[in-house]
């Protein structure tokens, strides 16, 4: 499997595709960032190019479904094993949590963060399942063929394919184009 693309233009066109991260269900296996700002000019959905670059990319490692008056769904990431006390055995195991609100009845001790906070990274086939849900795989080849037939969509997307897919489903399901001029970098309507 190859990895998902992780780059700065990458975590930047995800986090301003508002329409995508409205949408977003954490399911296991997930890859997200955070919207954490390092440089603390950032405003909300505007991170900027240095802290995209310096944030953390995790997965959903799991969730439990709580009943809402504690916090609802929780959805856990970025695990690891501690040393309690004078051992050398890993005794004890820690992770981070977050909700829709950020809430948490359960974990009090913890952090637990708000989902608006968090930036769906998301990966080619779950692109594919939300853009052509239903369709054969005929008129799938024949409309990404289309689509790529625009020299400008390949030549402005070619960094990887998680781009590419993501350019596609903004212009289908949104109208939008990426607009990647360096001062601008933001989905704009198509003309």
């Known amino acids: 499997m190859n990895e998902i693309d ?34 603390g000019e950032c405003v909300a959905n505007r991170m900027c190019k240095d802290c995209a670059r310096m944030t953390n990319k995790y997965v959903v490692s799991g969730r439990y479904d709580y009943h809402k008056s504690i916090g609802g769904t929780h959805w856990f990431f970025f695990g690891h094993a501690c040393v309690r006390g004078y051992g050398n055995f890993a005794d004890s195991t820690a992770s981070y949590v977050f909700t829709k609100d950020g809430k948490s009845g359960i974990y009090d001790q913890f952090t637990c963060s708000s989902q608006e906070h968090m930036v769906w990274l998301p990966r080619q086939d779950q692109l594919h399942e939300m853009l052509w849900n239903g369709l054969s795989n005929q008129e799938k080849i024949r409309q990404f063929i289309e689509y790529l037939d625009i020299e400008e ?10 781009s590419l897919w993501l350019s596609l489903y903004m212009k289908e399901k949104h109208n939008k184009k990426w607009n990647r001029i360096s001062n601008i970098k933001e989905w704009e309507e198509i003309g």
């Not at 969509?153 to 998680?162: A, K, V």
């Open 153 to 162: 969509n390949y030549i402005i997307h070619n960094n990887s394919l998680e």
């Open 6 to 39: 992780t780059s700065v233009e990458y975590v930047l066109m995800s986090q301003r595709a508002i329409e995508l991260q409205e949408i977003w269900n954490p399911q296991d296996g997930d890859f997200f960032t955070t919207t954490s700002s390092y440089c």
